[in-house]
T-cell receptor
């Protein structure tokens, strides 16, 4: 089955530094990947839609200069949290859909990244 | 407009007893419906999906769900709970292609030995 690999699974960083999270589709190509943030005891909040070869589309309220998204190839999207602050501590999850699939084919999720900013 | 309501934020069952996790939806389009499971600090794993074929859908790990259009429901069931089923479950609706995806708030399933 389709596999999405997300790295790192856990990261601890100091306030003010930047952290890069990678999302790779291992056995399929994805023109579009999605980045979510999950707060404790909450559902997933879509942050942005990452489009290969073009700018990401950010949801309302998400700071594009703080959460930089790059989708340089059909199998890799990266999310960089810039100048991280403790309030950015959260669980970040990416997902992708096999571009060869039907329009209602399911999303495949990475295992998430637990970010802790100290 | 599109929405998903998971009626229970927390469900507790004894091992070996049936599981029922409830999900109601609303959508202006013909929706595709999915159930995902999330174990602690993990991503979401697809359990099963409904995409306008058979209304009773069988998934992995013995789970199944029935799409009932008249009740706008897509409840998840399992005849006999196992300890490994303890996790959080999300009901998800797609419509208009994957561009419109709505997650339920999640139901945490506790299995008591």
């Amino acid at each position: 089955g389709a596999v999405v690999s997300q790295h790192p699974s856990r990261v601890i960083c100091k306030s003010g530094t930047s952290v890069k999270i990678e999302c790779r589709s291992l056995d399929f190509q994805a023109t579009t990947m999605f980045w979510y943030r999950q707060f404790p005891k909450k559902s997933l909040m879509l942050m942005a839609t990452s489009n290969e070869g073009s700018k990401a589309t950010y949801e309302q309220g998400v700071e594009k200069d703080k959460f930089l998204i790059n989708h340089a190839s059909l199998t890799l999207s990266t999310l960089t949290v810039t100048s991280a602050h403790p309030e950015d501590s959260s669980f970040y999850i990416c997902s992708a859909r096999d571009q060869g699939g039907f329009s209602n084919s399911p999303l495949h999720f990475g295992n998430g990244t637990r970010l802790t900013v100290t | 407009a599109q929405s998903v309501t998971q009626l229970d934020s927390h469900v507790s069952v004894s091992e070996g007893t049936p599981v029922l996790l409830r999900c109601n939806y609303s959508s202006s389009y013909s929706p595709s419906l999915f159930w995902y499971v999330q174990h602690p600090n993990k991503g979401l794993q697809l359990l099963l999906k409904y995409t306008s074929a058979a209304t009773l859908v069988k998934g992995i790990n013995g789970f199944e769900a029935e799409f009932k259009k008249s009740e706008t429901s897509f409840h998840l069931t399992k005849p006999s709970a196992h300890m490994s089923d303890a996790a959080e479950y999300f009901c998800v609706v797609y419509s208009g292609g994957y561009q419109k995806v709505t997650f339920g708030i999640g139901t945490k399933l506790q299995v008591i030995p």
